[in-house]
């Protein structure tokens, strides 16, 4: 991955943040595509090519962390994962780790989010 544009997915139930982070990842850096459910996000990932998922922990139907666990087996460790999620407590922590996923948390900071994108997706080597 080079330096862009990035084509990230993000998977959120709540209407409210996908407008939210249309205008965080607007202006032609990152291309986004939004989903409302974890269903949808796996099919959207397996019918095109992302560079990164985000994925809102608690939808109704499959989680976030269903998704990503789906991605892992399809993609593997190194697909890069962003949960976004309130939660903080230990057992939650455990199992991004172990799922190898970043975390986003909320509230999310919409202004520092594409800086942060750019520097873990550039980060990563093909």
Do not use: Y
């Not at 939004?34 to 560079?51: K, P, Y």
């Not at 172990?98 to 509230?107: D, V, W």
Request: proline residues 6%.
């Amino acid at each position: 991955m080079s330096g862009g544009p990035w084509r990230v997915l993000f998977a959120d139930d709540d209407p409210t943040a996908g407008l939210l982070m249309k205008a965080a990842l607007g202006g032609g850096e990152f291309i986004l595509t939004v989903v409302d459910n974890g269903s949808d996000a796996l099919a959207r990932l397996q019918a095109s090519a992302f560079d990164i998922a985000l994925l809102d922990v608690e939808m109704p139907g499959l989680s976030g962390l269903e998704v990503c666990s789906g991605i892992r087996r399809t993609f593997g460790d190194d697909f890069p994962v962003m949960l976004v999620t309130g939660r903080t407590d230990p057992a939650f922590v455990e199992q991004a780790r172990h799922l190898s996923a970043e975390h986003l948390a909320k509230p999310v900071d919409w202004r520092a989010l594409p800086g942060r994108l750019r520097a873990l997706l550039g980060g990563l080597t093909q």
